[in-house]
């Protein structure tokens, strides 16, 4: 488009943002109206995207990472021909695809859902990762970021791995309109102070008056020659843009123009322009994955092997057989064992470094391009990217994460290094899967199943070294558990997971010695939890006891109630968990003090037999 049409195409966007929100009666149009033209430059003369095929390998891909300018977006896709002037109308009503912050589950254009702000640039790290190393198809990453977003560390920790990987397919568009949701950012309309933290970085920079659409236009030409290195465009705007009274003024963050009609007036009225996407450069022509049948690493009874070994063997294993298999770490890959995957699969492994929140996001971002991720670290240290996790829940993104050094039984490193709360909070994620093996063979085989699964998965895998208790040809199917111990006199029942359940069998013989029988089940599927198994052992035993290498709140125990929540009798329950804040000791030490250990548990069993008979 020419000038005078860009400049046409931008009000077009601003009043039909107005619009969208002055029928939701909600919604962002101010912030939408200051990166009209910004939207409107790239979507009319440089994005190249097929909408009739919004999963052609050749698309660029655009992120929307201020997620709540939305109507903007949508007053994009209409002009674009994807949606109707009706539908448009439809935004933030119960049922429309248009929602408040944009999700791929409603719209097949959006990439990732973005109303968690500083998510967007990471994403787009990962999306490009996919196209510079894995696919080869030339596509472009375009990311509208908003000011304020900027002060979040995920788009710094994205704006190092993007230049030290010299992904000259990313660029980021910040729509530098200095207002915020309560009033001024802090760099205001410095644009020199960004580009400054950006250059730092390694990023070539481009600032421009981002209501000129020819500077505009000639930005995004600049930013596509470039290379060797991402590029940013830092574009000086103003909130609410072509309506005087709420142009730059604050106060309106996230409200309906008060005059929806007058403003539209002044905008110069409706208009209802189409315009054609430019075609990809490609044919279009999809990947071919090689793969073949996955042979898995097999273990004997008896050995001693720790679930995060088996984990890496497993996963090198997936990659042989599987050619959509990726694996990103954080620095930690000689800890959590993805670097047997690294040494055999080097051109799929991304080294994430110490950034979390990077990591998540490239793992969802690769996602998005339909490959597998699997991405590991320590358990403890995915608390700091738990608000990815849950929006990779929001996009439907189907990831798979691996916590490794979970419990008190990691020893001597001490409360820092223990993940406590892993369970608890991956099981809150919406549509997740939660899985913590005992053995290598069950390892393995939870690791190759999880490809294959929906949404959220999550694998905790231990420190030290366990016995093989299943043999290698043994299932282990999603939603269900193990019964290792059972008779009909069985007094109780012990619900164990991952290293507790080596300590609950040790307990078990022990009491048996005693004249105590106790059942032992070996809960591996965490969620979802296998509650015929469960409800069953509640009415043979009249008691089940719960043994976990994690806190009281949100873990095994609560997993456990999850079966009985559809209004039946709730059996007797105690818990054993940790209770308290550990220190540094030997992992046998550890699990003696928090209670957990198979003496602990013969204890608590008899003291529980006891009161049973005294009343």
């Given at each position: 488009m020419n000038t005078d049409e860009l400049v046409e195409l931008g009000q077009q966007l601003r009043v039909d943002s107005v619009r969208a929100s002055a029928a939701a009666g909600s919604g962002h149009p101010t912030s939408s109206m200051s990166a009209a033209d910004l939207v409107a430059v790239?979507?009319?003369?440089?994005?190249?995207?097929?909408?009739?095929?919004?999963?052609?390998?050749?698309?660029?891909?655009?992120?929307?990472?201020?997620?709540?300018?939305?109507?903007?977006?949508?007053?994009?896709?209409?002009?674009?021909?994807?949606?109707?002037?009706?539908?448009?109308?439809?935004?933030?009503?119960l049922g429309s695809r248009l929602e408040g912050h944009p999700t791929p589950r409603r719209l097949p254009y959006v990439e990732t859902a973005t109303g968690s702000l500083g998510q967007g640039l990471?994403?787009?790290?990962?999306?490009?990762?996919?196209?510079?190393?894995?696919?080869?198809?030339?596509?472009?990453?375009?990311?509208?970021?908003?000011?304020?977003?900027?002060?979040?560390?995920?788009?710094?920790?994205?704006?190092?791995?993007?230049?030290?990987?010299?992904?000259?397919?990313l660029t980021a568009i910040v729509d530098v309109n200095r207002l915020g949701q309560r009033g001024a950012t802090r760099h205001g309309h410095d644009l020199d102070a960004y580009a400054r933290r950006f250059q730092a970085f390694g990023w070539h920079t481009i600032e421009v008056d981002g209501h000129d659409v020819d500077a505009v236009d000639r930005a995004y030409g600049e930013a596509r020659s470039t290379t060797g290195q991402p590029t940013v465009v830092l574009a000086?705007?103003?909130?609410?843009?072509?309506?005087a009274s709420v142009q730059d003024r604050e106060g309106l963050h996230g409200k309906p123009l008060p005059e929806a009609d007058?403003?539209?007036?002044?905008?110069?009225?409706?208009?209802?322009?189409?315009?054609?996407?430019?075609?990809?450069?490609?044919?279009?022509?999809?990947?071919?994955i090689p793969s073949s049948e996955t042979e898995l690493p097999r273990w004997d009874p008896g050995e001693k092997v720790a679930t995060r070994d088996a984990y890496g063997h497993a996963l090198a294993a997936l990659g042989s057989g599987r050619g959509d298999v990726v694996a990103l770490d954080g620095e930690v890959s000689d800890s959590t064992r993805a670097e047997f995957f690294a040494k055999e699969h080097p051109e799929r492994f991304f080294e994430c470094y110490i950034a979390e929140q990077q990591l998540v996001a490239a793992a969802v971002g690769l996602a998005a391009r339909g490959w597998v991720p699997y991405a590991s670290t320590f358990a403890a240290f995915l608390t700091r990217a738990y608000d990815f996790v849950r929006m990779a829940s929001v996009s439907g993104a189907c990831v798979n994460l691996v916590g490794s050094h979970a419990g008190v039984s990691i020893g001597q490193d001490g409360p820092s290094q223990m993940g406590l709360e892993d369970l608890a909070m991956m099981r809150a994620v919406y549509g997740s899967t939660v899985l913590y093996p005992c053995d290598a063979n069950q390892t393995a085989k939870l690791v190759a199943a999880m490809a294959g699964l929906d949404g959220v998965r999550y694998l905790r895998t231990s420190r030290g070294a366990a016995p093989v208790l299943y043999g290698p040809d043994e299932e282990f199917p999603v939603g269900g558990s193990k019964v290792l111990r059972s008779g009909e006199r069985d007094r109780l029942t012990l619900v164990a997971a991952g290293v507790t359940v080596h300590e609950a069998l040790a307990a078990a013989d022990t009491l048996a010695r005693e004249g105590i029988?106790?059942?032992?089940?070996?809960?591996?599927?965490?969620?979802?939890?296998?509650?015929?198994?469960l409800r069953r052992a509640a009415e043979e035993t009249g008691c089940l006891v719960t043994v976990e290498d994690h806190r009281e709140e949100?873990?095994?125990?609560?997993?456990?109630?999850?079966?009985?929540?559809?209004?039946?009798?709730?059996?007797?329950?105690v818990r054993l968990a940790v209770r308290t804040m550990?220190?540094?000791?030997?992992?046998?030490?550890?699990?003696?003090?928090?209670?957990?250990?198979?003496?602990?548990?013969?204890?608590?069993?008899?003291?529980?037999?006891?009161?049973?008979?005294?009343?």
């Open positions: 790239l979507f009319a003369n440089h994005l190249r995207y097929d909408m009739d095929r919004p999963d052609h390998p050749g698309n660029d891909r655009f992120i929307l990472s201020k997620g709540h300018a939305s109507p903007l977006l949508y007053s994009a896709y209409k002009a674009a021909g994807a949606i109707e002037d009706g539908e448009l109308l439809t935004f933030r009503k990471p994403i787009g790290v990962g999306i490009a990762l996919a196209g510079r190393r894995l696919e080869h198809t030339g596509y472009r990453v375009w990311v509208l970021c908003g000011d304020s977003e900027l002060a979040e560390g995920s788009v710094w920790e994205a704006a190092e791995h993007a230049a030290y990987e010299g992904l000259d397919n000086r705007t103003l909130k609410g843009k072509g309506v007058e403003a539209i007036a002044e905008l110069g009225g409706l208009r209802d322009r189409t315009f054609h996407v430019h075609e990809p450069h490609t044919s279009g022509q999809p990947r071919v029988d106790v059942r032992v089940v070996d809960l591996y599927s965490v969620k979802p939890v296998d509650r015929e198994t949100g873990g095994l125990g609560d997993a456990v109630l999850d079966a009985f929540s559809d209004g039946r009798p709730v059996p007797r329950l550990p220190g540094s000791a030997s992992p046998d030490e550890q699990l003696h003090a928090a209670g957990i250990d198979a003496a602990s548990i013969a204890s608590a069993v008899t003291l529980l037999v006891e009161e049973a008979v005294v009343r």
